[in-house]
Antibody, heavy 118, light 108 residues
């Protein structure tokens, strides 16, 4: 069955960096767009970015202002999110998702928590 | 596109019919609206895509409708496991995809 397992979440100081990973199994990873979505504590969902099957197409939420970078390694069946210049407001659970090519999220990982605090 | 969901909280009983609304700030092309269900402590799961198409294994008591700027998720007869938070999402166009703020469906 489809499995997405995020890792890399941690407690980090403001201004710090973190790299999240998402390990995929149970489907042909290279055939799917992938995405990152986050959810701040007690808040709603915020779409962050998507990446196409071969990394040709990438799109980010405007709110990220170039601080985050999505990437993938199809050989390793893995999705990544490099987060730089972290702010307190980036505190959230970060989910990776397997996307239909049109953009809706077919399946989600269980999430990895990121806390930005001094 | 900004999505506004209403009501914020809906209090109903098992067996009731639930109607959740999602209004877009401008017309949605191709009816690219999805609905997700999120239970406490769990990741969201896909219910509806393309405004009205049920995802795999979603019970037929869930249905989606609408076009243009007004979309609706209907749960025909609430089961205990349906009490959760529901989000609509616009997808498929730049600059990015957006979620509504969510509707909490709680037991009355």
């Amino acid at each position: 069955q489809v499995q997405l397992v995020e890792s890399g979440g941690d407690l980090v100081k403001p201004g710090g960096s973190l790299r999240l990973s998402c390990a995929a199994s149970g489907f042909s990873f290279s055939d799917y767009y992938m995405a990152w979505i986050r959810q701040a504590p007690g808040k709603g969902l915020e779409w962050l970015a998507y990446i196409s099957r071969d990394s040709t197409y990438i799109n980010y939420a405007a709110s990220l202002k170039g601080r985050f970078t999505i990437s993938r390694d199809n050989a390793k069946r893995s999705l990544y999110l490099q987060m730089n210049g972290l702010r307190v407001e980036d505190t959230a659970v970060y989910y990776c998702a397997r996307d239909h090519r049109s953009g809706y999220h077919l399946s989600w990982g269980q999430g990895t928590p990121v806390t930005v605090s001094s | 596109i900004v999505l506004t969901q209403s009501p914020g909280t809906l209090s109903l009983s098992p067996g009731d019919r639930a109607t959740l609304s999602c209004r877009a700030s401008q017309s949605v092309d191709n009816n690219y609206i999805a609905w997700y269900q999120q239970k406490p402590g769990r990741a969201p799961s896909l219910l509806i895509y393309g405004a009205s198409r049920r995802a795999t294994d979603v019970p037929d008591r869930f249905s989606g409708s609408g076009s243009g700027t007004d979309f609706t998720l209907t749960i025909s007869r609430l089961e205990p496991e349906d009490f959760a938070v529901y989000y609509c999402q616009h997808y498929g166009s730049s600059p990015g995809y957006t979620f509504g703020q969510g509707t909490k469906l709680e037991i009355k």
